[in-house]
T-cell receptor, first 111, second 114 residues
Framework: QKEVEQNSGPLSVPEGAIASLNCTYS??????FFWYRQYSGKSPELIMF????GDKEDGRFTAQLNKASQYVSLLIRDSQPSDSATYLC???????????FGAGTRLAVHP | DGGITQSPKYLFRKEGQNVTLSCEQN?????MYWYRQDPGQGLRLIYY???????QKGDIAEGYSVSREKKESFPLTVTSAQKNPTAFYLC?????????????FGSGTRLTVV
């Protein structure tokens, strides 16, 4: 069974700080990696995707991928209370755009 | 605006009853998916379809059935064989194989057994 592991949290950071969210995966053949944000009671929304080793930046968000270590992370700079949500890591596995999701990390940004 | 519409938003099922969750998309996406989410857990794949008239079982297909008669529609039936159906059900779509930009999700259906 292919797996995606995340620390469930909660991860608590002060407003303005950098939040670092981590994810490991078991399928070495995975090529595509995604971060979704899910507010309580709502559906997930895509915030970042990354395919190549290294960093990818989009505004306050940076995704980092290390395929050799089977590790993907999400950094949120200048964290805001509105960033408080559960962040789901998803990994493409088995082809056909099938995504395997981690259980999510709950982030709490306090003023 | 293009998107995915799930209905109903809330659904109550009696013991032994089959219920059908609707999922419609106007994004012209080939692939569609059904996931289940339980409290504090990630999404688990129930069924997926890459093309009309074809679908495959996911990791937790037992007690569920689907159809894909139209590109736009991928309804999920929760049968009486599903012993613990209370969960948040999410439908998603993607452009299709070879183009991997992730999923677009519907707003979800919350199913409760009464």
């Amino acid at each position: 069974q292919k797996e995606v592991e995340q620390n469930s949290g909660p991860l608590s950071v002060p407003e303005g700080a950098i939040a670092s969210l981590n994810c490991t995966y078991s399928d070495r053949g995975s090529q595509s990696f995604f971060w979704y944000r899910q507010y309580s009671g709502k559906s997930p929304e895509l915030i970042m995707f990354i395919y190549s080793n290294g960093d990818k930046e989009d505004g306050r968000f940076t995704a980092q991928l290390n395929k050799a270590s089977q590790y993907v992370s999400l950094l949120i700079r200048d964290s805001q209370p509105s960033d408080s949500a559960t962040y789901l890591c998803a990994v493409e596995s088995g082809g056909y755009n099938k995504l395997i999701f981690g259980a999510g990390t709950r982030l709490a940004v306090h003023p | 605006d293009g998107g995915i519409t799930q209905s109903p938003k809330y659904l109550f099922r009696k013991e032994g009853q089959n219920v059908t969750l609707s999922c419609e998309q106007n994004l012209n996406h080939d692939a569609m998916y059904w996931y289940r989410q339980d409290p504090g857990q990630g999404l688990r794949l129930i069924y997926y379809s890459q093309i009309v008239n074809d679908f495959q079982k996911g990791d937790i297909a037992e007690g569920y059935s689907v159809s894909r008669e139209k590109k736009e529609s991928f309804p999920l039936t929760v049968t009486s064989a599903q012993k613990n159906p209370t969960a948040f059900y999410l439908c998603a779509s993607s452009i299709g194989p070879g183009v991997d930009y992730g999923y677009t999700f519907g707003s979800g259906t919350r199913l409760t057994v009464v």
